[in-house]
């Protein structure tokens, strides 16, 4: 089985400044995916940064960055010169390759950006 | 470009009465389409997936089902409403394959009175 774990209920950060989400994706799978997702307010989920396990390049995509430690199971998410629509739920998500697509969720780090 | 449409986007029902919440993906064919139900604003629980028309697995024991009568339209639905089932259903679509990222519809929050 695989778990997601976020062990950051709330974060803050000041506006400019630069702030890291934890998560570990626990698996016995050797091949895997792992995503953040972001929810603002108004409550639509969308696609931030995706890490394909067998590479060991990190991913960016613009001001978000991912420290991925396979051996360690961790998948943090960098957020770098925050911005105040950067505000919103934050998800860590993981799915196997043998698992048919379903992603398991960990249980979100609410970040809030104060200007 | 693909799209993906949930509606309703709020719904009030009684408890006892039924449900029907409609998905469609626009922009792509053969998706693989999902339904989750997020309470709280936390963590999402995977409630069905389909892989096709006319498959459906279910992944929680309940009071919903689902139906894909058409390859890009997906439908959750109940007998009679309980007051548990309140929260926020979301729609999504993968292309599947080894494209595992999935996309979001902007959801439809429910509340059983």
């Known amino acids: 089985a695989q778990t997601v774990t976020q062990s950051q209920p709330e974060m803050s950060v000041q506006e400019a400044e630069t702030v890291t989400l934890s998560c570990t994706y626990d698996?016995?799978?050797?091949?895997?995916?792992l995503f953040w997702y972001k929810q603002p307010p108004s409550r639509q989920m969308i696609l931030v940064i995706r890490q394909e396990a067998y590479k060991q390049q990190n991913a960016t995509e613009n001001r978000f960055s991912v420290n991925f430690q396979k051996a360690a199971k961790s998948f943090s998410l960098k957020i770098s010169d925050s911005q105040l629509g950067d505000a919103a739920m934050y998800f860590c998500a993981g799915v196997s390759y043998n698992q048919g697509g379903k992603l398991i969720f960990g249980q979100g780090t609410e970040l809030s950006v104060k200007p | 470009s693909q799209t993906i449409h949930q509606w309703p986007a709020t719904l009030v029902q009684p408890v006892g009465s039924p449900l029907s919440l409609e998905c469609t993906v626009e922009g792509t064919s053969n998706p693989n389409l999902y339904w989750y139900r997020q309470a709280a604003g936390r963590g999402l629980q995977l409630l069905f997936y389909s892989v096709g028309i006319g498959q459906i697995s279910s992944e929680v024991p309940q009071n919903l089902s689902a139906s894909r009568p058409q390859d890009r339209q997906f439908i959750l639905s109940s007998k009679k409403l309980l007051l548990s089932d309140s929260g926020f259903y979301l729609c999504a679509w993968s292309l599947g394959g080894t494209a595992y990222e999935q996309y979001f519809g902007p959801g439809t929050r429910l509340t059983v009175t």
């Open positions: 698996t016995s799978e050797s091949d895997y995916y």
